[in-house]
């Protein structure tokens, strides 16, 4: 497989006051709710403002020290970290999994951004920076299809390795399974993707509400793309793999497919509701995996 690339940037304002809390084995969890909006183009040639809500979390004694600058709701800060895949056995039976920022570095902006009050409460960035770059392997043949409105759209599921040492200087793998959307004439441009191909993926995180077959809601941290190069394998003469990417119709959302993570779970017939700008930043923020031991430092 592929060498692993994983790191996501984000410049938007704490929506709330953030918390420090611990797991049941003392694991302290530093979480905050990292908000803002993009300002894109859409196919209509229209500005567009797609509010985020990014939830980013640091782990161990780093999550002390964050809490130790008292960051407040409003502040400005930079996030530097990467996806993390995580998957628990839910209470009520069956696996659930989800993905999440882990935050390596947080840090304060001098300046006081211009901020848009939330209906829920909150705030958020007026203008912010949300950017994610990936490589990894794709984990099954896409199949493209198109809206009703016409737009061609392809989902992919994105398999990315992380290797790294643990505290006894033993070395660790692990598969982050990342779920992405490519948009229009991005998507046409690499409907020809086998599984199995390496990829470098850039694009913007966002959120999608949606509900299952048991008439749960849920909610999903995946990747619109931007660019997409396929690399060495499964490159064909011509495919440049770059197409500029305007933000998706909302109104459309709900008829493209939502991909499966890395293959794991059963297809979801799910009526998808809207991205981060209707989803309220409570919703699905406390559904967490009970550990996260696990997770690297």
């Not at 705030?123 to 016409?150: H, Q, S």
Request: without cysteine.
């Amino acid at each position: 497989m592929a060498r692993g690339m994983n790191h996501v940037f984000l410049i938007g304002a704490l929506a709330r006051d953030p918390e420090l809390r611990y797991t049941p084995s003392g694991t302290a969890v530093f979480e905050a709710t990292v908000a803002g909006e993009d300002h894109l183009v859409g196919n209509d040639g229209r500005e567009r403002k797609l509010p985020w809500y990014h939830r980013v979390s640091i782990l161990g004694k780093p999550a002390e020290w964050q809490a130790e600058r008292n960051l407040k709701g409003g502040d400005a800060v930079l996030v530097e970290g990467s996806l993390e895949y995580s998957q628990w056995e839910a209470p009520e039976g069956g696996k659930r999994s989800m993905v999440r920022v882990k935050a390596l570095r947080m840090e304060q902006l001098g300046t006081q951004p211009e901020l848009v009050q939330d209906a829920g409460g909150g705030v958020r960035m007026g203008r912010g920076m949300n950017e994610v770059v990936l490589i990894g392997n794709v984990t099954r043949d896409p199949e493209l299809r198109y809206t009703p409105a016409g737009d061609a759209v392809l989902g992919i599921g994105l398999a990315v390795n992380e290797t790294w040492n643990d505290r006894q200087g033993q070395r660790q793998e692990k598969t982050h399974w990342i779920d992405v959307t490519l948009w229009r004439d991005l998507a046409e441009s690499m409907k020809d993707l086998k599984k199995g191909d390496p990829v470098l993926v850039q694009g913007r995180l966002v959120n999608e509400a949606w509900t299952d077959r048991d008439g749960n809601k849920r909610n999903s941290t995946k990747v619109e793309a931007t660019r997409v190069e396929a690399l060495s394998r499964g490159a064909t003469a011509g495919q440049a793999g770059y197409a500029a990417s305007p933000a998706a119709p909302r109104q459309t959302t709900s008829s493209a497919a939502r991909p499966q993570s890395g293959g794991s779970s059963p297809s979801r017939a799910a009526t998808m509701g809207n991205r981060s700008g209707g989803l309220d930043i409570d919703q699905g923020l406390d559904d967490f995996p009970p550990e996260e031991e696990d997770l690297p430092f």
